[in-house]
């Protein structure tokens, strides 16, 4: 089965930022999905953050835009979170997720229904 294995989480100051990886192995169809990030973090919701379908297609949540920015590398089946002018707010993990037409949802973002994902990557603000 496909697997999704993120990286690039850390501790950072308010103002800094990371670039979170996602490669996806056990696949030969990465193009074809639409990915996507979301975060959790304790006491709060799920958060879908950003998407980017098949054709590149974006979309970037309203809490993060113009401080995140979503993209792809096919060829290396690497999906990739530009994440800038990090707030503490923004302190969770970090989840890289695809669309694969499975069930349940985590959640739906654009017209990516992500519904499996990896374990995360923890990303600390202070």
């Known amino acids: 089965h496909v697997q999704l294995v993120e990286s690039g989480g850390g501790s950072v100051q308010a103002g800094g930022s990371l670039r979170l990886s996602c490669v996806a192995s056990?696949?030969?169809?990465?193009?074809?999905?639409?990915m996507g990030w979301f975060r959790e973090a304790p006491g709060k919701e799920r958060e879908g953050l950003a998407a980017?379908?098949?054709?590149?297609?974006?979309t970037i949540a309203d809490p993060v835009k113009g401080r995140f920015t979503i993209s792809r590398d096919n060829g290396a089946n690497t999906l990739y979170l530009q994440m800038s002018n990090l707030k503490p707010e923004d302190t969770a993990n970090y989840v890289c997720?695809?669309?694969?037409?499975?069930?349940?949802?985590?959640?739906?973002?654009?017209?990516?229904?992500?519904?499996?994902w990896g374990q995360g990557t923890q990303v600390t603000v202070s």
């Open positions: 980017i379908e098949r054709d590149g297609t974006t």
């Open positions: 056990n696949t030969y169809t990465f193009e074809n999905y639409c």
């Open positions: 997720a695809a669309d694969l037409g499975e069930a349940p949802v985590a959640v739906v973002t654009g017209n990516c229904h992500l519904g499996f």
